[in-house]
């Protein structure tokens, strides 16, 4: 039986259950539109289900721009909260900077219940990594 998602405006694409919870990393003042773009860059027109980063971010204009437009949510995790998570991509200088060694890896992987799809890459300023959401709640 098909899945009502009450959140989605009449005019959206229709949300699959299996949509790709993206984790950003990036620095302060980043624009939507630049977050827009490497988004489109690296994921084409794949279903976006929501956006996860640090809770420093999560809040900034730029990541809830982009969210508003796509029409999904942000999730924000603490640095200790990242940092319990195993990722393939660890970073040394993230950890310095930020208390623990992944960001977008790890806030992909905290959202979405599955399988980290593409590892973290950085486009334009921002670092990028994608996983799948298998039971996306």
Do not use: Y
């Amino acid at each position: 039986m098909p899945a009502s998602d009450t959140s989605a405006s009449p005019t959206a694409e229709p949300i699959s259950p299996q949509g790709w919870v993206v984790g950003l990393g990036f620095r302060p003042g980043i624009s939507s539109e630049r977050i827009l773009t490497v988004l489109r860059e690296v994921l084409g027109d794949k279903p976006i289900a929501c956006l996860a980063t640090i809770d420093r971010r999560a809040e900034e204009s730029g990541i809830r721009g982009a969210a508003a437009r796509l029409g999904v949510s942000v999730h924000g995790f603490t640095a200790a909260e990242l940092a319990q998570v195993d990722v393939p991509n660890p970073s040394a200088r993230t950890e310095d900077a930020l208390g623990t060694a992944s960001v977008a890896e790890a806030a992909a992987l905290l959202t979405a219940d599955g399988p980290l799809v593409i590892p973290k890459r950085t486009v334009d300023g921002i670092v990028i990594a994608a996983a799948l959401a298998s039971n996306h709640h």
